[in-house]
C-alpha cells in the first residue's frame, strides 16, 4: 500500500510540475501561444482561461479529497 502511494505522488507531482510549466508559457510566452494556437486552427481567446483551468486543476489534484472532481481534472 505504502509503494502505491509513493508512486501515485511522483505521478500527480510529474502531471502537476508539467501544468505549471505549460500555464505559465501561456502567460509569459504569450506571442508564441498565439502562433501555435493559430497554425492549429484554435481561437486564441481561449489561452489565458485554459492557463487559470491548469492552474486550477493543479490546486484540486493537492488539495482536495473529493474523488470526483479529482477524476474530471484528470480527464480535462
Not at 508512486?7 to 502537476?16: D, N
Amino acid at each position: 500500500m505504502k509503494m502505491n502511494k509513493i508512486i501515485f505522488w511522483i505521478a500527480t507531482g510529474l502531471l502537476s510540475a508539467m501544468m505549471l510549466m505549460s500555464s505559465s508559457m501561456y502567460v509569459f510566452k504569450h506571442d508564441d501561444i498565439i502562433q501555435a494556437f493559430t497554425s492549429f486552427g484554435f481561437p486564441t481567446f481561449i489561452i489565458y482561461p485554459l492557463a487559470f483551468l491548469k492552474i486550477s486543476g493543479v490546486l484540486v489534484l493537492t488539495l482536495t479529497k473529493w474523488e470526483t472532481v479529482k477524476e474530471w481534472v484528470y480527464a480535462g
